[in-house]
């Protein structure tokens, strides 16, 4: 995941397994080694300034993570455990929230979209299913750049968006939303003319069109062996 260079489909072997190992693993010391291993590997890469800005706005969300994994885990609904408090338990989960969300970062940034859809069409998955999947997750960035445009204009013009109550301030996101939805509308409209136009056709194959590295095979085999052998511990010791 890191920017060496890896093929789309190693970053996303690499992501998936990073998680599997995540939620199957139960051992401190492996969530804290992978996420120490994986945290290095981020900080030399070219984004390591999007990852530590995106990990300092989810510094709240692991500390609450922390007290309510060390003080009320008896309220779970997913694991028992004795009551009182257990110290263990909360670094454990914070810990492990912070790999799932380290991990994600540290995909997120070094993947592009286009390299993102030809990776999971060379896994043999539905074209449609790719296109619409790529399609969505570019008319959501285009929806985040026009809702901040038409957000500030309204602003300029003296719409107080953040005062009064909770019914008053969801009552005054209506003059930003309805010209974001008619936006939207428009933006579909002229993206199927243009496909119309480019006789475009999901029936169309594609491939990614190139060959695995010997890098790539070597992260890809790494991977996949450390997950057989967590699956495999996991499996013995529930028997």
């Known amino acids: 995941m ?91 989960m914070s810990l492990r929230l912070f790999l799932i969300l380290l991990t994600s970062l540290g995909f997120i940034a070094t993947i592009g979209m286009r390299d993102l859809v030809n990776a999971l069409n060379s896994f043999r998955l539905p074209y449609k299913a790719v296109f619409v999947l790529g399609l969505t997750m570019r008319h959501l960035h285009t929806i985040a750049e026009d809702y901040k445009a038409i957000k500030e204009a309204q602003s ?14 969801i009552k005054n996101y209506v003059p930003v939303l309805i010209p974001l939805f008619v936006r939207s509308i428009e933006n579909a409209e002229r993206l199927t003319l243009a496909m119309e136009l480019r006789a475009f056709s999901l029936n ?29 511990h996991y499996l013995f010791a529930v028997i």
């Open 156 to 169: 300029s013009r003296g719409l107080e968006l953040d005062k009064g109550s909770l019914f008053r301030r």
């Open 204 to 232: 169309r194959k594609r491939s990614l069109g190139r060959e695995l590295k010997i890098l790539d095979l070597v992260v890809i085999v790494g991977f996949i062996s450390a997950l057989t052998l967590a699956i495999l």
């Open 2 to 92: 890191v920017d060496l260079d890896l093929d789309p489909r190693t970053k996303i072997i690499a992501f998936s397994s990073v998680i599997a190992l995540a939620f199957i693993s139960k051992d401190l010391l492996v969530i804290a080694a992978l996420a120490a291993a994986i945290m290095a590997a981020l900080l030399l890469s070219d984004r390591r300034g999007f990852i530590m800005r995106g990990l300092k706005g989810m510094t709240p969300l692991l500390i609450i993570a922390f007290l309510l994994w060390s003080f009320m885990h008896e309220w779970s609904l997913f694991q028992r455990h004795e009551s009182g408090i257990n110290l263990q338990l909360g670094v454990f």
